[in-house]
């Protein structure tokens, strides 16, 4: 399974980005879909998931209101819509991908490669 992370770049605060990551490879069907990010010198945090069996989103508290996640294409899709972007939502952002239940901010074991976003002031 591979999972391809594609949409990232340089924005002007105030500005819009949407990620893309499409899932391929053997039969995949997830439980759940979600973002990373990780800054320089930080831990990498979980940014917004969704669960494909009620389409329930989880986001962190620094992005809600401001991002918006969603999927398709037989659950193997998610974006992420990005506004209102902040300098400090510079990061690589990570897609992840889980098939067990459980929290959706947490113990993903699929990952894509990360995608720059970079928000200037």
């Known amino acids: 399974v591979q999972l391809q992370a594609s949409g990232g770049g340089l924005v002007q605060a105030g500005g819009s980005l949407r990620l893309s990551c499409a899932a391929s490879g053997r039969t995949f069907s997830s439980y759940a879909m979600g973002w990373f990010r990780q800054a320089p010198g930080k831990e990498r945090d979980v940014v917004a998931a969704?669960?494909?069996?009620?389409?329930?989103?989880y986001y962190a508290d620094s992005v809600s209101g401001r991002f918006t996640i969603s999927g398709g294409n037989a659950k193997n899709t998610v974006w992420l819509q990005m506004n209102s972007l902040k300098p400090e939502d510079t990061a690589v952002y990570y897609c992840?991908?889980?098939?067990?239940?459980?929290?959706?901010?947490?113990?993903?074991?699929?990952w894509g490669q990360g995608t720059q976003v970079t928000v200037s002031s």
């Open positions: 992840a991908a889980k098939i067990w239940p459980g929290p959706l901010d947490r113990a993903y074991g699929y």
């Open positions: 969704i669960r494909w069996s009620d389409e329930s989103t």
